[in-house]
């Protein structure tokens, strides 16, 4: 059977990410949202309102053997995907001569924004069972980024280290754990149903990811000098590689190894995500060329508001071959 997607919502959704964009990049040009306060509104972001997205989307699903399978085969199958993004990411990669800008450019082409713009994408387009897997898909997500991730930018550099306390005590690692314990307890207690003033709560309070983060990357691109933004090659060739190549190749491979409809949907609009903020953060921290990791959300966050419906569109003609 055929998936159906609601692509009149997704459709709706991305415009109104480009329009929250627009509006970011305009405060940023009046000075209403600065650097400091974008900082501000991306730690509420990363440590209260994704964390709260996270958890709603977990327990707001109703437990069931059928839906604990779907959660637990996303969370090995996020290792899969995201190991054949780095591969790809790698090998592209190769030959940048500047390894800080390789460094960069492989981390933004492997990471995407799933927790901030993938969640509600997805729910737009394959409603609450997106949601549901991309709240598993981040748990791997963070493991991933705190492992191989850093790994890419401690190349050559003795003062960037992995830790197991941030590969398994993160921001995403730990409101998965809690979503997930919530979702199973009906298993135990079968009468058991969250308080409603607390589901209001988690859904106020998740509702500021998408708005904020969108205000917040439009403010970044108001600080990017267009110059270099249109004539950078390095720029064009992550945003290719991140938008289209990656995501292409993830349903063709997926389509030909026989995943279902489901399946390929969810990969392939995962990996058309644009690249996660988290880079522009790390890479002030590490001192790795801060402007062009900028440059790189910027110009992919920009982009993907046209990429994603056209690679949608075409994973379901290829699904239909």
């Known amino acids: 059977m055929h998936l159906q997607l609601d692509f009149n919502s997704f459709l709706n959704t991305t415009a109104a990410l480009f329009l929250m964009l627009a509006v970011g990049f305009i ?4 000075k209403i949202m600065d650097s400091v306060a974008s900082k501000r509104f991306s730690k509420l972001i990363l440590s209260i309102a994704q964390p709260a997205l996270i958890i ?19 969370f090995v199958f996020g290792f899969a995907l995201l190991a054949f993004s780095a591969l790809i990411a790698y090998v592209v990669c190769i030959k940048i001569k500047d390894l800080d ?17 993938g969640i509600p994408i997805l729910g737009s387009l394959i409603g609450d069972v997106g949601e549901f897997m991309a709240s598993f898909f981040i748990a791997t997500f963070n493991i991933m980024l705190w492992t191989w991730g850093i790994a890419i930018l401690a190349r050559k550099r003795s003062d960037i280290k992995l830790t197991l306390k941030k590969i398994f005590l993160n921001f995403g690692t730990v409101p998965s754990i809690i979503g997930f314990i919530i979702f199973i307890i009906p298993a135990v207690i079968p009468s058991f149903k969250m308080p409603v003033f607390a589901t209001q709560t988690l859904s106020y309070v998740s509702s500021l990811c998408t708005p904020i983060s969108m205000l917040i990357i439009g403010a970044l691109l108001a600080t990017v000098s267009l110059k270099s933004f249109f004539t950078s090659s390095k ?6 590689v991140k938008l289209f190549v990656i995501p292409m190749l993830v349903c063709l491979v997926m389509k030909i190894l026989g995943f279902s409809d489901l399946w390929i949907i969810f990969a392939t609009t995962i990996s058309a995500m644009p690249s996660a903020t988290s880079i522009s953060m790390l890479a002030e921290l590490y001192d790795i060329k801060p402007g062009f990791s900028a440059q790189c959300v910027g110009a992919t966050s920009l982009l993907s508001i046209a990429s994603m419906p056209c690679v949608i569109y075409l994973a379901e003609k290829i699904i239909l071959l």
């Open 56 to 74: 709603h989307s977990l327990s707001k699903t109703a437990y069931s053997v059928e839906n604990l399978k779907l959660g637990a085969l996303t």
């Open 235 to 240: 720029i064009y060739f992550v945003c290719a």
């Open 101 to 117: 800008d390789r460094k960069i450019m492989e981390f933004t082409m492997n990471f995407g924004n799933v927790g901030f713009i």
């Open 27 to 30: 405060a940023g040009k009046l």
